[in-house]
């Protein structure tokens, strides 16, 4: 996920708009409620909760790739320079704006608007590191990641070498593994921080994209989704292992190694196959995915009471698809406006 730019590729708008409804699936946790009570297990959130957790890391690796030309140029650092400038000004925005909106209504008519406000104020300046790295909102993490990795990327590729930057992701990755999911197991260890955020997953997802970019590598589209296949089993297997041996939940983990294998092969695939979805409604609505992103959490504070009112099992599928639809609606009301376009284009 990255800002607005020409010369757009139809397919990657069409995995991008799939992305981003996997982020909201994950978000407003459909299937909650057990459908199988006699199986004692929430079945169908299991199976839909990890599959959809190649949507961050497929963003950060279009990122990745749409710098590929950007880090080649002479006037790279100034380019690098307005890139950050920008994301900053997304990520203190939309923490501005989840900090002033109410979140949750049994809050705000216990509390009071200004109140709860005050008391959410305190809350994130009581752990600035937190804010930092992940803004006023858990899902804003997304930026600050993509900000560092960035930077850390043009600060690896200097002169056109990939190497350091391959050396950096990987050191990185396998920090971010050991120190998270695997931090139970007999190689893992524990540090007091969430390594989803940072540098560690996003730098690692960046330099893939960048490759594929400079290295110009093509496959076919059957090629790329058999990547996408055997990263999707390996992360089922991941995810078995680690609760059978070392009883870590299911739903525990935010990226694993098969994680950003799927995203892979899928960047590939869209590559393979840059038609795909050409002048449907998924292409069209690709350009509304940082937007999209950004305010979602708006719909789904505002709808996520309402799952606890409805007994409907229906519901827990219509949840998510009227936060993708609301989110996409403020979007595109948000980007006519000039001085509210920065917000989500």
């Known amino acids: 996920m990255t ?23 994950i978000h407003t946790k459909p299937f909650m ?49 307005r890139y950050e400038r920008r994301l900053l000004v997304l990520l203190v925005a939309w923490s501005i704006l989840y900090t002033l909106i109410p979140s949750f209504w049994p809050h705000l008519q216990q509390m009071g608007y200004q109140q709860l406000t005050f008391a959410k104020i305190q809350q994130l300046l009581a752990a600035p590191l937190h804010l930092i790295f992940q803004g006023a909102k ?20 200097q002169g056109g070498r990939t190497l350091p930057a391959v050396v950096v992701a990987v050191l990185l990755f396998v920090f971010g593994l050991l120190g998270g999911s695997y931090s139970v197991t007999p190689i893992g260890f524990h540090v007091p921080f969430s390594t989803r955020d940072g540098p560690f997953v ?56 098969g994680t950003v294998l799927t995203a892979a092969g899928l960047l590939l695939f869209a590559l ?49 698809l009227l936060v993708y639809l609301l989110s996409v609606a403020l979007t595109g009301v948000l980007a006519r406006q000039p001085w509210l376009k920065a917000l989500v284009a």
Request: net charge positive; proline share 6%.
């Open 202 to 257: 996003s730098m690692i997802c960046l330099t893939i994209g960048y490759l594929f970019q400079t290295k110009k590598t093509v496959c076919s589209p059957v090629q790329a989704l058999l990547v996408s296949a055997a990263g999707l089993l390996l992360q089922v297997l991941e995810t078995w292992m680690l609760w059978k041996y070392f009883e870590v939940p299911w739903l525990a983990h935010d990226f694993l190694i």
């Open 33 to 81: 409620r057990d459908l199988f009570p006699s199986a004692g297990w929430r079945l169908p959130e299991y199976i839909f909760n990890q599959p959809a957790r190649f949507a961050v890391p497929f963003f950060f690796m279009v990122a990745g790739y749409f710098l590929g030309k950007t880090l080649a140029a002479k006037d790279r650092w100034a380019k690098v320079a």
């Open 3 to 25: 800002p607005a730019r020409p010369g757009r590729i139809a397919s990657i708008d069409f995995c991008r708009v799939i992305a981003v409804f996997a982020v909201i699936m």
């Open 272 to 320: 393979a196959a840059p038609n795909l979805g050409r002048r449907s409604k998924l292409e069209s609505l690709g350009k509304y995915t940082l937007g999209v992103y950004a305010c979602h959490y708006l719909f789904v504070d505002a709808l996520g009471p309402l799952t606890y009112l409805f007994e409907l099992h229906i519901w827990q599928l219509l949840f998510p």
């Open 138 to 157: 858990v899902h804003l993490w997304f930026l600050p990641a993509l900000m560092l990795g960035v930077l850390l990327l043009a600060l690896c590729v």
